[in-house]
């Protein structure tokens, strides 16, 4: 896999960030997560006024060979219908970049359907999904490379037209198992406390996903494979959407920008990523607690605090975008909101 150069940001800047929150006409840490948030973006890109430009999200649709299991209530005909569906404007993630005025870049990373008709869908395609990870690993090495290279590059071209933060969705029937597997084994947690609905499973649905998985766990440990080998945990189970958005996370961070980070299934990414580089977490802006099982606890693998919690759990990114106007008022906050000097104001602590 290619190297990335992350970097922890500079602490000699955090000092005097601190100061100029703490000098805003406003008791001192009256503003609560939005004074965190602007020292986070602060220290990301290193300045007194950080800034939201060109803001970017990427949408990465891709097929699992575990769907054939039938371990999802949706069948994959549905990742293509919806990255059309996407094109047309209709999907939730189209409503919220446009509300939020993001770019939307909706790209084929592997879908099991010619979307060579619609040139609005970036054509990255890989193969036309995944293998099936219950008898063997999802992607060879070549494949898992490409798909890393290729989320890398998509930043780089949404870097090219200004952007200094970015936002990850995915489309991708069944990817709620390989991130289930990846929170069991690097979390040490249970598989049945890690799987949830989905996209709309029963119990007797959850009990069958869960045997299924267990066993694609246990063919892949008979087979020798480390679980404590990140890059092989990954290229074992990952759909080709999933390791595009590890390789846009870990390159935006290389880059300094922050990342918006999804529901489970970006959140298993970002784990994923912090698994490879653990300073990319410092990057990450958490957009939501989602409805599916196990997000908190894999939420609290990486310490980190969810911005919203509104029980969502479509996926595309929505969760994140819908997070978007709260990081904006942190920007605003610590470069337009006075400071006790300016105002005039007798500052009182």
């Not at 800034?51 to 575990?66: K, N, Q, S, V, Y």
């Not at 597997?181 to 989905?198: D, F, K, T, V």
Request: aromatic share 6%; charged share 20%; net charge negative.
């Amino acid at each position: 896999m290619r190297k990335f150069d992350i970097q922890k940001p500079d602490e000699s800047l955090r000092e005097t960030i601190a100061q100029k929150i703490d000098n805003l006409n406003k008791p001192k840490g009256s503003l609560g997560r939005l004074e965190s948030l602007a020292m986070q973006m602060a220290m990301i890109q290193q300045t007194l006024s950080p800034t939201l430009r060109h803001p970017c999200h990427l949408l990465l649709g891709g097929d699992h060979g575990i769907e054939r299991e039938g371990v999802s209530l949706s069948p994959r005909d549905v990742t293509w219908q919806q990255m059309i569906n996407f094109t047309r404007g209709g999907g939730g993630v189209n409503m919220f970049c446009r509300q939020h005025g993001f770019d939307l870049k909706i790209v084929d990373m592997g879908v099991d359907y010619d979307l060579s008709a619609y040139p609005t869908i970036i054509d990255r395609k890989i193969a036309r999904g995944t293998d099936n990870f219950l008898y063997r690993p999802a992607m060879n090495e070549s494949q898992f490379h490409q798909a890393i290279d290729t989320g890398a590059e998509l930043v780089d071209e949404c870097r090219r037209v200004g952007a200094d933060i970015i936002c990850i969705g995915e489309m991708g029937i069944a990817n709620t198992s390989p991130s289930s597997i990846w929170m069991s084994l690097w979390g040490n947690i249970p598989l049945q406390e890690c799987i949830g609905a989905g996209s709309g499973l029963n119990d007797e649905g959850i009990a069958r996903k869960c045997a299924i998985l267990q066993r694609a766990v246990d063919n892949f440990l008979a087979a020798g494979n480390d679980p404590d080998n990140p890059e092989t945990v990954i290229r074992y189970f990952a759909g080709y959407e999933m390791a595009g958005a590890i390789g846009a996370m870990l390159r935006a961070a290389e880059l300094k920008m922050a990342v918006m980070v999804d529901g489970f299934i970006m959140s298993a990414c970002m784990l994923a990523a912090s698994r490879l580089y653990p300073d990319v977490l410092r990057y990450a802006i958490f957009g939501h607690c989602g409805d599916e099982v196990g997000h908190r606890r894999m939420l609290a693998l990486m310490d980190a605090q969810p911005l919203l919690s509104l029980n969502l759990r479509l996926g595309e990114g929505t969760g994140a975008l819908c997070a978007f106007p709260i990081i904006d008022s942190a920007v605003r906050m610590i470069n337009e909101l006075n400071n006790f000097q300016n105002a005039q104001i007798t500052k009182y602590f």
